[in-house]
């Protein structure tokens, strides 16, 4: 059958009822033997991402290895700027972060970079990473290339809040500032559809592999974030957290353990009434805004 979905583009933020819309179609697709499930990975091309950048605006693509695995990630803007890494959730790859290479505020104010997390886009698609450990560890060539010589905030979204948190207190001498939209960091304050013991069943080898993988994933996230809640006590940068009042699938509750557990950290915690999940989509502005008042702040990383 004919790769329909290759280099396709799915920009929507999966959250509540459009996340169970695409649990519901992982079943129809099992259910009918469809093929085209093996092509459903939620990710792009390099030259796909590219394709709505004029010449000579485009995102710089690189990849490297480490521990036998091959991390992407892409670059765009003047690198004598701060620089913004962008980390995604799940299920996602770069591509959920396109928006922003495309914001020119931002970019005359960092050069922005987004890399594809342990499991999604082209690092290691389909893997099951179980650790925000091992993700960090991953990652942590891209945290010591950009945050060596220039001030360094990370961004972060639902389950890329917890990893952008945890480099942030495993090298602090390199993170000036993190931003946590929507992030899962208490363990067990958020939802699980009983979807997902489906798709963790053994029929759910024929579910598309994003959602096995982001299923596998939930079911043990609030094992994976015991084992790094010791860790908060050393995020010592300014952390803002933007969390909807109405987020039904990571509870509002996550902002309560960010402020009591990040001891040596400053905070500015926001609690945005009425909005859900998709902050990062609906209120785009509002993560520039915070991107910015990081970029402001006065601290520095210390090396």
């Not at 987004?114 to 999604?120: C, H, L, S, T, V």
Request: charged share 20%; hydrophobic share 40%.
């Amino acid at each position: 059958m004919k790769n329909i979905l290759s280099g396709y583009s799915f920009e929507f933020y999966l959250t509540g009822r459009k996340l169970k819309v695409l649990y519901f179609l992982g079943i129809i697709l099992l259910l009918s033997g469809c093929s085209v499930s093996n092509y459903f990975k939620m990710r792009e091309t390099d030259r796909a991402f590219n394709a709505v950048f004029e010449k000579g605006e485009k995102a710089k693509f690189e990849r490297y290895r480490i521990k036998g695995n091959r991390i992407r990630y892409c670059i765009k803007g003047c690198d004598t700027l701060p620089a913004v890494l962008f980390i995604h959730g799940a299920p996602a790859s770069i591509s959920f972060w396109k928006p922003f290479f495309r914001d020119s505020n931002l970019l005359s104010m960092a050069q922005v970079i987004a890399a594809d997390r342990p499991g999604y886009g082209y690092s290691g698609f389909g893997k099951l990473y179980l650790s925000y450990y091992t993700q960090a560890a991953l990652l942590a060539p891209l945290i010591k290339k950009y945050g060596q010589y220039r001030k360094l905030i990370l961004v972060g979204s639902s389950y890329g809040g917890p990893l952008c948190a945890l480099l942030a207190a495993q090298f602090p001498q390199y993170v000036s500032g993190i931003l946590l939209v929507s992030s899962s960091i208490a363990p067990g304050e958020e939802a699980t559809w009983q979807i997902a013991r489906i798709i963790n069943s053994p029929i759910g080898e024929f579910f598309p592999r994003v959602l096995q993988v982001a299923t596998a994933e939930k079911i043990h996230h609030k094992n994976m974030l015991k084992e790094i809640e010791k860790e908060w006590s050393k995020v010592v940068c300014l952390v803002i957290m933007l969390h909807g009042s109405e987020d039904e699938l990571i509870f509002p509750a996550n902002a309560n353990f960010v402020y009591n557990k990040f001891k040596q950290a400053r905070k500015k915690i926001t609690i945005l009434g009425g909005l859900k999940h998709n902050i990062v989509v609906t209120k785009p502005e509002y993560i520039v805004q915070c991107i910015k008042e990081l970029l402001d702040d006065g601290y520095m990383a210390h090396r």
